[in-house]
């Protein structure tokens, strides 16, 4: 990974990194698992562990690097709805409150090619939907943000 972000640094001069929430768990050596007030695992913070590693690394191989590591979680959350997600969110609870009484259990309310639909938590559950890495969406998705596939350059 660092070779190609150094790779990244040298073509383009600037490199923007996004890791998901609780990935590179494995990568972590706690000894206790630390739970929220509700019973929840609480993950460790893989953007600071990487900040640091890349920091690191960096400077072993003579680079300065100037980082600004931002956690969206606190943005995304605090930012207001707007009347479009308050109209949304009113027509979710609607037709829950109507799947509700009209006695439908284990089920969600989803939103599909405009209709709201009821799902069976069964099938909402049954796999995790995966991005295809040789596909169109993810090739886009590179494309478009101009990323270089790690996979491809280690």
């Known amino acids: 990974m660092i070779e190609a972000l150094r790779s990244t640094l040298d073509l383009n001069h600037h490199a923007v990194i996004v890791v998901a ?3 590179g768990q494995n990568l972590f050596h706690s000894s206790k698992q630390r ?5 929840n695992v609480l993950k460790d913070d893989i953007g600071i562990f990487l900040r640091d590693v890349i920091s690191q690394k960096m400077q072993e191989h ?8 931002l956690d969206p979680s606190y943005h995304i959350r605090s930012v207001p709805a ?3 997600d308050a109209v949304f ?8 409150v109507h799947a509700g009484m009209a006695g439908k259990t284990d089920m969600l309310v989803g939103f599909w090619n405009n209709f709201f639909t009821h799902v069976p938590i069964a099938l909402a559950t049954l796999e995790r939907r995966m991005i295809d890495l040789d596909g ?3 090739k886009g998705v ?3 943000t101009q990323q270089i596939p790690l996979w491809k350059s280690v």
């Open 89 to 96: 969110c009113y027509l979710l609870g609607e037709h829950t």
């Open 136 to 138: 169109a969406l993810w």
């Open 21 to 23: 929430e609780g990935a």
């Open 82 to 84: 707007n009347a479009s």
């Open 142 to 144: 590179l494309s478009s």
């Open 35 to 39: 739970l929220d007030d509700s019973g």
């Open 62 to 69: 003579g680079r300065s690097v100037t980082m600004k590591y």
